[in-house]
């Protein structure tokens, strides 16, 4: 069986400061990990994903994620904030990347201006 | 990039009706369909696995006799909700996979209201 607990579901950061949104994972075979982004009353947009090569993965609008398996992380950072970023971000988990994904419960990400 | 689309985007229901939910790939061949739902504020359920001219796999607790689902094409899934109930009101996500590929691509969603 597979999990994923995102801690925090609220995070607020300022405009311009680091942002750190956390994942961690729970898998009894290797896992592929993904970072989906979802605005307001849309589908889910593949931010970044882990597939066993890298461990730190670089993905779109500035995002990046580090597969740590010593600590079963995936946590994803932005060194800047901008407004645009404010929305709800999923980590998922799945044995191979064309099988279910397991969701986390989401963070809400808020921008202070 | 890889796209998806979802037909409608809204739909209002009386309840006792059946509402039927598409879901395509633009511009790939999706050997398998997956279809989510999710809650206000909620994170994203899987209900069931479809793959291209073979029965779904249901999650446990989804009704696949309410759920009904069909994959006939490479490109088409689509999902009805019979004799909708207002507990049946969610947002609906699909996405879809190729064969040996890392990534699903989601689609828009639809968002059932069941009066």
């Not at chain 1, 597939?51 to 597969?67: D, P, Q, R």
């Not at chain 1, 994803?76 to 397991?102: I, Q, R, W």
């Not at chain 2, 409608?8 to 279809?35: H, Y």
């Not at chain 2, 696949?64 to 490479?74: E, G, M, P, V």
Request: hydrophobic share 35%.
């Amino acid at each position: 069986a597979q999990s994923v607990t995102q801690l925090g579901s609220h995070v607020s950061v300022s405009e311009g400061a680091l942002v750190l949104l956390r994942c961690n994972y729970s898998s009894s075979v290797p896992p592929y990990l993904f970072w989906y982004v979802q605005y307001p009353n849309q589908g889910l947009q593949l931010l970044l994903k882990y597939t066993s090569a890298a461990t730190l993965v670089k993905g779109i609008n500035g995002f990046e994620a580090e597969f740590k398996k010593s600590e079963t992380s995936f946590h994803l950072t932005k060194p800047s904030a901008h407004m645009s970023d404010a929305a709800e971000y999923f980590c998922a988990v799945s044995n191979f990347g064309n099988e279910k994904l397991t969701f986390g419960t989401g963070t809400r990400l808020t921008i202070i201006p | 990039g890889a796209v998806v689309s979802q037909h409608p985007s809204r739909v209002i229901c009386k309840s006792g009706t059946s509402v039927k939910i598409e879901c395509r790939s633009l511009d790939f061949q999706a050997t398998t369909m997956f279809w989510y739902r999710q809650f206000p504020k909620q994170s994203l359920m899987l209900m069931a696995t479809s793959n291209e001219g073979s029965k779904a796999t249901y999650e446990q607790g989804v009704e696949k006799d309410k759920f009904l689902i069909n994959h006939a094409s490479l490109t088409l899934s689509t999902l009805t909700v019979t004799s909708a109930h207002p507990e049946d009101s969610s947002f609906y996500i699909c996405s879809a996979g190729q064969l040996l590929q890392e990534t699903q691509y989601f689609g828009p969603g639809t968002r059932l209201l069941v009066l």
